[in-house]
């Protein structure tokens, strides 16, 4: 009995377009991703098993916040009709990754692009509005009380609502992008 060859990549990608270019890329040289996780806002962690099969499959991202199991069954089953498989999902960001080697595409046209696109910037608005508050109570409490400790909190929370609006920009750039043609 032998074991199957697997290597474990680590990699944090700026949009899903890159990403699926990459694991395409990876399918086309005979690896078959076979689990995906993340470290909390470190990079990704991709887990490949050598598959010859994997030559002739594709990838793509899909974005959703599902409400329940039951619609998370009826969405695996959506893509199932048309050849797509659910091959890995991010517990903690709503991030599908599906596997064919079907000629159809997920998204048939621009307009599903687009909708995935505003889904993903919609949900990044969550955690600006979060960090955001956070970052103003902790600024008021650091004017009653003076602990620095609550000028750390402001300025780290301050922090990452910058992170995550920086990340809403790009969405909303890739959404530009798409409605004027280029993907």
């Known amino acids: 009995m032998t074991l199957p060859i697997t290597k474990t990549i680590s990699k944090k990608f700026a949009s899903f377009e890159k990403e699926e270019q990459w694991l395409n890329e990876l399918a086309e040289c005979g690896w078959r991703l076979i689990d995906y996780g993340r470290d909390g806002f470190e990079a990704l962690h991709y887990t490949f098993e050598v ?22 069954d009826d969405y695996k089953e959506l893509f199932s009709e048309a050849d797509w498989t659910l ?5 903690h960001y709503s991030k599908y990754i599906f596997i064919s ?16 696109e505003l889904r993903r910037r ?13 970052s103003v109570i ?7 009380f003076r602990y620095d400790w609550l000028m750390t909190s402001t300025i780290l929370s301050a922090g990452m609502a ?14 530009q992008q798409l409605k004027q043609g280029g993907k």
């Open 51 to 72: 598959d010859l099969e994997a030559r002739n499959m594709r990838y793509k991202i899909d974005f959703r916040t599902l409400k329940d199991e039951a619609e998370f």
């Open 87 to 91: 091959i890995a999902k991010d517990h």
């Open 101 to 116: 080697n079907s000629a159809e595409d997920i998204f048939s046209d621009t307009n599903s692009l687009i909708e995935r």
């Open 122 to 134: 919609n949900f990044s608005w969550i955690y600006v509005i979060t960090f955001s508050s956070i």
């Open 138 to 144: 902790m600024l008021i409490l650091y004017a009653v």
């Open 162 to 175: 910058l992170y995550f609006g920086f990340w809403l920009w790009k969405g909303h750039r890739a959404i």
